[in-house]
């Protein structure tokens, strides 16, 4: 069955993934609708869980014909290549003791552990939010309320939030924390309406001592959960409770936000998170590996995080894919090591050499407009062309696909990126201007790799 799978998923995914991911795996068993597969080690079970699950599920329940639940096991030692890498071969460095996990062994149902303060590494770009997070935690409802956080993908806004909530209950054992995502309280709030429940549904969010509330720009246009959360929020605020809202823009930038929910918002302290300069991408990938007993080099960081787009996600996984890679082949992490596991994505930024953040920061010099405007909703004719020139340089220097540029150019629909690309090649077909203009920022783009 297990080969029979494997051809299918071989076709699914590119070889070297599938080296990678899927060649290294065993079955340790297959019963019923059940099939255990044993991976190296616990990175490379959260990569596969998260990433190819599905695939691996879909491939074995068609080889079998029945619906097959797929979960992974850690092997055993004794099974292990015995070389392996990122195996605890240093011994394990005396780990930092926690507040909040020692002080509080209880599990908090929507707080996520690993998300603390300490394993936050501060940064210029990170250090204001850093701070308002620290300070409205261990003094809640005190000096900044509401709080409201907002960054980019990937930039920690969810990591933060959560070590509000540790923090705080470490210092406040009795405080009622709630971590809810914007989209589980409308989720809940629907289902609260049709069943009946809406009563229960008022006492669990207006009786909350903390409410930390996360990617709140989902609510926008939703207007039902607009206005629950508008007296949800007023509720707590009025008897004197914390709230924590972070968003991925900023709330005037939020379209669909009502004016007075946008008001609230703006009562409190407004703290961004902004991209990652280079020493804080490293910082974080030299912590996040010595957390994970992975030996990597400052070479090696230095050449992953520069090759790393400011999204620090993207930067953890490329540190999965390394130190799984290294532990299943059994070679140390080194340059070589590295360079070969990146290089396909490594490659296709390559290729022109130009990433999106530069193409934004080339347009926004060039028409001599801020970064945060390209990216707002602004309307303003020069605002909305130099969105439109980086929409289309995007797609014609780095070849990401049109929901990429639209995520990035301030989480845009894919449509937008398409009718850009569109309206600018037809422009350039009589607008001298614009031509000389776009290949000056190209041109100047490409030299400077
Ligand atoms: P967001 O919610 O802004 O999209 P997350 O909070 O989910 O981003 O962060 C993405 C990943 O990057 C998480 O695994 C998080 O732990 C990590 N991360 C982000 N910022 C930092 C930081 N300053 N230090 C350590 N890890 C970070
Ligand atoms: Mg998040």
Not at 426 to 438: I, R
């Amino acid at each position: 069955i297990w080969e029979e799978s494997i051809k299918i998923i071989k076709e699914k995914i590119s070889q070297q993934n599938f080296e990678t991911w899927i060649r290294p795996l065993k079955v340790a068993s297959i019963e019923n609708n059940h099939a255990s597969l044993s991976v190296p080690n616990k990175f490379f079970k959260d990569w596969l869980t998260e990433n190819y699950r599905e695939v691996i599920s879909e491939a074995v329940s068609s080889s079998t014909g029945k619906e097959v639940l797929v979960d992974f096991v850690i092997m055993q030692d004794s099974e292990k290549n015995p070389r392996s890498a990122a195996s605890p071969a240093r011994k394990k460095k005396t780990v930092e003791v926690q507040p909040q996990e020692t002080r509080r062994p209880k599990v908090h149902p929507t707080l996520n552990p690993n998300y603390s303060f300490e394993r936050f590494v501060v940064g210029s770009s990170n250090q204001f939010a850093h701070a308002a997070s620290v300070a409205v935690a261990e003094q809640p409802a005190k000096n900044y309320n509401p709080l409201f956080i907002y960054g980019g993908v990937g930039l920690g806004k969810t990591h933060l939030l959560n070590a509000i909530g540790l923090l705080s209950m470490s210092i406040y054992p009795d405080m009622n924390v709630v971590y809810v995502s914007a989209e589980e309280f409308m989720n809940e709030l629907i289902l609260s309406i049709r069943f009946d429940k809406m009563p229960q549904f008022r006492e669990k969010f207006r009786n909350i001592d903390c409410l930390l509330m996360d990617d709140i720009q989902f609510i926008a246009g939703k207007e039902r959960t607009q206005e629950e959360f508008f007296h949800t929020f007023n509720t707590l605020h009025d008897s004197g409770k914390q709230i924590v809202v972070t968003s991925d823009k900023f709330p005037k930038d939020i379209p669909n936000l009502e004016g007075r929910l946008r008001s609230r918002f703006e009562w409190g302290l407004i703290a961004d998170i902004q991209p990652p300069e280079i020493e804080t991408k490293i910082a974080i990938l030299e912590k996040k590996a010595q957390e994970n007993n992975i030996l990597i080099p400052t070479n090696v960081a230095y050449y992953i995080s520069s090759h790393a787009e400011s999204n620090i996600r993207e930067l953890e996984g490329f540190l999965v894919r390394i130190a799984a890679y290294s532990s299943v082949t059994g070679r140390i992490i080194d340059l070589d090591l590295v360079k070969e596991v990146l290089k396909d994505i490594i490659k296709q930024r390559d290729n022109d050499g130009v990433t999106f953040e530069e193409i934004l920061k080339a347009v926004s010099a060039k028409c001599n407009l801020k970064i945060s405007d390209i990216k707002s909703q602004s309307k303003n004719k020069n605002i909305a062309l130099a969105r439109q020139m980086t929409m289309y340089l995007a797609r014609k220097l780095t070849g990401s696909s049109f929901p990429d540029i639209g995520e990035k150019i301030g989480g845009r629909d894919h449509s937008t990126v398409i009718y850009a690309n569109n309206k600018i090649r037809k422009q350039l077909e009589t607008d001298s201007k614009l031509k000389t203009l776009l290949q000056d920022i190209e041109d100047q783009l490409l030299k400077k790799n």
